[in-house]
């Protein structure tokens, strides 16, 4: 064969030797973005069953926090077979996602850092700019995880070593008081506390908890609201019922921006993180984008490209609380929270263990300054049992229910997600 005719191919197999993994940890270096693929898919349909269950209610799922905390469950190691098949599909971890490394790097990846500054400008208007959108509370993102437990040694030894692996912080609780008052005592400061109600296990022995609670603050990347002047116009709740709500328009600028026959969207970046609005068209609603990004999670998102124009914001600040385990239920989880052998996290041949809630609150506000949102997950355990400007400019008015998406700017992790039916709707969660 002649050899000029091989060395092409030489040079594509040394090519592809190059560029396939020398090793097994080559799988998880691709970590963790199957992992937030996953996640994409568990929040879009946590956002379908709890807003259907309170459908008059602004709505928000922290959803990283339950992909995280119920990480230590994946794969057979403290699960049995039948809550594994139960848990993964509605996870979404089938064999290419690698759950451990994923939690382990996003853990990590949202550590709480030292105080985070915007990039330095030399022009002083730029300055000026900065300096009044730095007017809020200081940018951060982090979450937190971890392990409460009664007792000094409930769990075996490769539960506790991997937990900690993994990010999570592990500590012993004492006393006779009820979950409420020990997940408040040990609860990370200014987030919101899940309120449960008291099982047979509230004051036992052999009950546990799993924490994960995030925090976000971040200004608008660039003075997108800043010099805004606060207008009023109509939101239109329903069809029988309209309210005044105050507006802000946003600069004109160029935003990731889409307009389809079923709904209008366009994402703000913030320096941490980023927020997609979408906007049913007058002929569809909040309800049926919800299904069909449940459907699809890239539904609304595919499709954005820069365009020039300007987004009409309803500041808008409320509180909610969500019960993520009757929402996993609704989509087919049961066993974890039905069964005392459906989880084994002790030693030996020990008793098993169940989840018996997950609660989750949340206080967002999106408004001039830019996004904050303070979350709380507690899950309550027993063992024992580009383009040109050639588009107009496009005015994106969000004067009626819409669906709302933060995604970190590093990872682009679906944080939270959520839908707003009201922005003039009091804040307060509804009672339990």
């Known amino acids: 064969m002649d050899p000029c005719f091989l060395r092409p191919l030489l040079c594509a197999a040394l090519i592809a030797a190059l560029l396939v993994p020398a090793d097994g940890n080559a799988k998880q270096q691709s970590e963790p973005a199957n992992f937030l693929r996953a996640n994409d898919h568990l929040g879009m349909s946590l956002l379908e069953v709890a807003h259907k269950a309170t459908p008059g209610r602004n709505t928000i799922v922290d959803t990283l926090s339950v992909s995280i905390g119920l990480s230590l469950f994946s794969g057979y190691a403290f699960v049995d077979h039948q809550t594994h098949d139960e848990l993964d599909p509605v996870m979404g971890w089938d064999d290419s996602v690698q759950v451990y490394p994923a939690t382990r790097m996003l853990l990590a990846r949202f550590r709480p850092q030292e105080k985070w500054n915007p990039p330095p400008f030399k022009d002083p ?3 000026d700019l900065t300096d009044r959108e730095m007017e809020g509370d200081p940018p951060e993102l982090w979450l937190s995880a971890a392990l409460l437990h009664r007792g000094t040694k409930p769990f075996s030894y490769r539960f506790e070593y991997v937990s900690r692996d993994l990010g999570f912080t592990s500590h012993a609780v004492s006393g006779d008081e009820s979950q409420q008052q020990i997940l408040a005592a040990n609860w990370p400061v200014a987030t919101p506390l ?3 109600n008291e099982t047979a296990s509230g004051t036992a ?8 609670a995030t925090h976000l603050r971040t200004t608008w990347a660039g003075n997108t609201f800043v010099l805004s002047k606060v207008q009023k116009e109509d939101f239109h709740v329903s069809a029988e019922r309209t309210v005044n709500v105050d507006v802000l328009p946003s600069e004109m600028e160029f935003f990731g921006y889409i307009h389809t026959h079923d709904f209008e969207a366009v994402e703000m970046p913030g320096w941490l993180a980023s927020i997609i609005f979408v906007l049913p ?3 569809s609603s909040v309800q049926e984008i919800e299904k069909r990004l449940a459907k699809d999670p890239e539904y609304a998102e595919s499709g954005l490209h820069p365009r020039e124009g300007q987004l009409y914001l309803p500041p808008f600040h409320f509180k909610y609380q969500a019960d993520i385990k009757a929402a996993l ?3 087919g989880v049961h066993r974890i929270f039905d069964s005392d052998q459906a989880i084994n996290v002790t030693d030996g041949d020990g008793p098993g263990a169940r989840l018996d809630a997950i609660g989750q609150s949340s206080d967002v506000t999106v408004d001039r300054t830019g996004i904050k949102v303070d979350s709380g997950t507690a899950f ?3 063992y024992g049992g580009v383009l040109g400007n050639r588009e107009p400019p496009f005015d994106m008015h969000l004067n009626r229910p819409f669906i709302f998406l933060i995604r970190d700017t590093v990872t682009r992790a679906l944080l939270y997600v959520g839908a707003v039916v ?10 339990k």
């Open 205 to 212: 022995r052999n009950d546990f908890w799993l924490v994960a």
């Open 281 to 283: 068209s007058k002929t």
């Open 422 to 431: 009201d922005p003039a709707q009091e804040p307060q969660p509804p009672s």
């Open 194 to 196: 899940p309120s449960f």
């Open 329 to 331: 239920e609704q989509l």
């Open 125 to 127: 208007l730029h300055h």
């Open 380 to 382: 309550a355990g027993v």
